[in-house]
């Protein structure tokens, strides 16, 4: 009996005893950084945003159909002193008897002060198409868009 004992005591001194061994994981290597590396990026900063009327300048491109499109690329620069938070454009198409036959509808994530963005509009291709008009919004209120031939 005295042998079982000694023999499991012999048993669990060694366990423990090499466990932290078996049981320890291996470190896990650093990355290695090139030499060249630049730093991470800077956290995003908070942009505050125009509220009320916004003042933009717009140059709208010729429209033109492409397959079953008529397709209008516009570009627009922000003036306002703060950025443009959705700037949205709807393009309405009417024909000759004044009734809104087609029309399209972009939105602008942001815009900062003095970026210029370029907005493509697409709408249906439909027989009758007279006269396009274009409407301006952006989420906290009105846009007072002004028309130019050159930036």
Not at 16 to 25: C, E, G, H, K, T
Not at 72 to 81: A, D, L, Q, R
Request: proline fraction near 7%; include cysteine.
């Amino acid at each position: 009996m005295k042998r079982c004992v000694f023999a499991s005591a012999v048993v669990l001194a060694c366990s423990l005893a090499f466990a932290p061994v078996v049981l320890a994981q291996a470190a896990k290597p650093t990355p290695a950084t090139p030499a060249g590396s630049t730093a991470p990026a800077a956290p995003a900063k908070f942009v505050t945003l125009v509220k009320g009327t916004a003042q933009i300048q717009y140059i709208p491109g010729a429209s033109k159909r492409v397959g079953k499109d008529v397709v209008t690329v516009f570009k627009v620069k922000n003036v306002s002193s703060e950025a443009i938070g959705l700037l949205r454009i709807d393009e309405l198409w009417y024909n000759a008897q004044r009734q809104q036959i087609s029309g399209d509808t972009q939105t602008v994530k942001r815009i900062m002060p003095g970026e210029v963005v370029e907005v493509t509009l697409k709408s249906p291709y439909k027989e009758g198409l007279a006269q396009s008009q274009y409407m301006f919004s952006h989420v906290n209120g009105k846009v007072d868009p002004k028309k130019v031939k050159a930036f």
